[in-house]
């Protein structure tokens, strides 16, 4: 899962020794591709959902207690302990239903992405964190310090495409959310979303990351985030052309499977009013990677 003032310039970090997995034309599995050199960017970043204390912390130490607050003061608990823990059962079923290329949209501390590697899997994570890239490379996986709605490697060539561990939240928009993974993805691709079980929820708030249940523990920035149960999600995907593919329940968790009906050429262009405010801000390196820490 994937979130005050400027901040000092971002560390730089060296490249990966590996190039990283882009899938090849047609969406088909694929050799990878080495990005292009660019010229690194030393402005400033402002600080970002996710980038900063306290969900770096808690990335960085494996632990939490962490959660998403509402302006209410209602509290979402985030499973920091599981995520930075190797990939359970319930991961496992989502991975085997991976085809070729697979793009972790807020791929976090890098389980999945790491998993996907240790099988021989062509495997890109994307986070807008950089404590949650950092692990994810350390773990043995690929991973870029990109928002989804940035410029990406491989668009419209992804076989698979992943948003777990409630990142369907992302942006708070899920049908501008659902837009952009259709231009990732190659036309017949399959996108495998993880929804809030057991209930029709289609929620858009804003909230922050807190270190503590009470309202003065440490706070992230505020940001949009979404939750949707399956049935929500479904009604969202099929406004946006998708095709259902497959629904199943696993540990305890609910996970759909979506067909693309899109192709790169007709797709929208990314819904720039769904983008969080301070991810936009970013200067962008759509071909910059970010390794070890």
Do not use: K
């Not at 590697?117 to 991973?143: F, K, W």
């Not at 979404?226 to 406004?239: T, Y």
């Not at 998708?242 to 996970?255: L, T």
């Amino acid at each position: 899962m994937s979130t005050g003032s400027g901040a000092p310039a971002a560390r730089r970090l060296s490249p990966p020794p590996s190039p990283l997995p882009v899938p090849a034309s047609g969406g088909s599995r694929s050799r990878p591709e080495r990005p292009r050199p660019r010229t690194p960017d030393t402005s400033s970043s402002p600080i970002t959902p996710w980038s900063a204390d306290p969900y770096s912390d808690a990335l960085r130490t494996g632990q939490g207690p962490l959660y998403l607050r509402r302006p209410d003061g209602w509290l979402l608990p985030l499973d920091v302990e599981r995520w930075c823990a190797r990939a359970d059962a319930a991961d496992l079923e989502a991975l085997r239903r991976c085809e070729g290329a697979v793009l972790d949209v807020g791929c976090g501390p890098g389980r999945l992405v790491a998993e996907l590697a240790a099988l021989g899997r062509p495997a890109l994570g994307i986070d807008v964190s950089e404590a949650a890239v950092a692990h994810t490379v350390r773990l043995g996986g690929q991973a870029l310090h990109r928002s989804v709605f940035e410029p990406l490697p491989g668009e419209g060539r992804w076989d698979t495409a992943l948003l777990i561990d409630g990142n369907v939240g992302i942006g708070g928009d899920p049908a501008a959310l659902l837009r952009r993974m259709s231009q990732l993805l190659a036309f017949g691709g399959l996108l495998i979303v993880e929804a809030v079980p057991d209930m029709d929820v289609d929620e858009r708030v804003d909230v922050h990351v807190v270190r503590v249940a009470n309202a003065h523990g440490a706070a992230g920035p505020a940001f949009p985030w979404a939750r949707l149960g399956a049935p929500a999600l479904l009604r969202h995907a099929a406004r946006a052309g998708w095709r259902p593919d497959g629904q199943w329940e696993a540990g305890g968790r609910s996970f759909v499977a979506l067909r693309n009906r899109s192709t790169s050429s007709t797709a929208e262009p990314p819904n720039s009013a769904a983008v969080i405010s301070s991810q936009r801000d970013r200067n962008p390196s759509p071909d910059r990677p970010v390794a070890d820490w």
